[in-house]
């Protein structure tokens, strides 16, 4: 059996960015017997930037919904918060002693991130990597579906395995990162230059699993492109409809050169028309998925569900951890 472990933060409503580079992945690794997958929702994480209360319960609710209308099944996978098992920030506390200050400025998340904070920037946002390699070493993870972004902080995590295992002994399982080929970069409509961002403060620059259809027509339509009008797949040259292509292939199944003989001769237009259907055909069948779990009341029991799963393995490697570092045990945990 292979351990597969991942999360998305509740810092606002998924995107398809976040459907093409992680959940295309989560759903073909739990559909594989092989594999026992852990999903979280990492809404410790969420809190690196500043939340409004109301709407961090909201948008965790959201994430954990989208998860299940998305295909990722309760009796499958562990689907949990991250807040439920508190573990993780013990763990992620174990792992901020273990990091040096030099590996954690190098994380270019935090280089980014920390630009919108000038004045202050939050140190949740400076220590980030460290949480999240607990949420994987808990685990004892072989894959980590990600996008492409993540990479940086998957192999800091491999780093800091290691270093642990050196000190203590051999104790965790070295992760590896699951990127996709196609789709593991997916960039804004507004700005192929940035990666397209469920917080970005420019609405048109992303779509949301759950925008209707009228609101995707118009963001796709308004996307920019260059001044030509040929469909063809030029990263460089043509980064913003190498992008729609992109979106199109990872949602259609097409390949790009088929896409690209498809459109051989028509208009950006007809595209972008098509895009539209092709994304509004995608979501439709998750969005009305999704309306049935939030209507029915159910989503509380099962994330109780995933949370006891996760507790299970998570519980076993921090108390293995602590008595390694030469913590002392409560009373209830000391082995006969
Ligand atoms: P935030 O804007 O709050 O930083 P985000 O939209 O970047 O959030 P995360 O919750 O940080 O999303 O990421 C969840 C998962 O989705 C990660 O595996 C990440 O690599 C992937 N992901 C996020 N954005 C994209 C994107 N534009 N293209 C492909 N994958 C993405
Ligand atoms: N940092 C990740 C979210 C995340 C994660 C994880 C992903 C937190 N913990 C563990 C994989 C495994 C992000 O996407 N920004």
């Known amino acids: 059996m292979k351990r597969v472990m991942s999360g998305m933060q509740s810092s606002g409503t998924l995107t398809m960015g976040n459907y093409i580079g992680a959940i295309l992945n989560y759903k073909k690794l739990q559909d594989d017997p092989e594999n026992e997958c ?15 209360p109301k709407l961090l319960k909201e948008q965790t609710e959201a994430v954990a919904a989208l998860y299940f209308a998305s295909g990722i099944d309760a009796d499958k996978s562990a689907v949990f918060l991250q807040s439920h098992v508190p573990a993780h920030a013990e763990m992620g506390w174990i792992m901020n002693t273990l990091s040096y200050m030099g590996e954690l400025e190098r994380m270019t998340q935090f280089k980014d991130k920390s630009q919108k904070h000038q004045e202050s920037i939050p140190s949740g946002l400076f ?87 009228n609101v995707i027509k118009k963001k796709i339509m308004r996307a920019t492109t260059d001044s030509g009008n040929e469909v063809r797949f030029d990263k460089e040259e043509k980064p913003e409809i190498s992008n729609l292509m992109t979106i199109y292939s990872c949602l259609s199944g097409i390949s790009i050169k088929d896409i690209e003989k498809k459109y051989d001769g028509l208009m950006y237009g007809a595209f972008k028309k098509d895009l539209v259907d092709v994304v509004v055909e995608q979501f439709s069948p998750i969005q009305q998925k999704y309306k049935e779990i939030r209507e029915s009341g159910s989503l509380y029991h099962m994330l109780q569900q995933g949370a006891e799963k996760a507790h299970a393995v998570a519980d076993r490697t921090i108390e293995d951890v602590k008595e390694k570092m030469g913590f002392v045990l409560p009373v209830n945990k000391l082995k006969k």
């Open 127 to 213: 220590t980030y990597p460290t949480l999240m390699a607990g949420d994987m070493l808990l685990y004892q993870a072989d894959i980590v579906p990600v996008g492409e972004d993540q990479k940086q902080h998957i192999e800091l995590t491999r780093d800091l395995a290691q270093r642990f295992n050196q000190r203590y002994g051999e104790t965790f399982k070295i992760p590896s990162s699951e990127i996709p080929e196609v789709g593991a970069r997916i960039m804004s409509l507004q700005d192929a230059k940035k990666k397209m961002s469920k917080s970005d403060e420019n609405q048109g620059g992303f779509i949301t699993m759950v925008d209707e259809p």
């Open 38 to 52: 852990f999903f979280t929702v990492v809404d410790l994480h969420a809190i690196t930037t500043p939340q409004d």
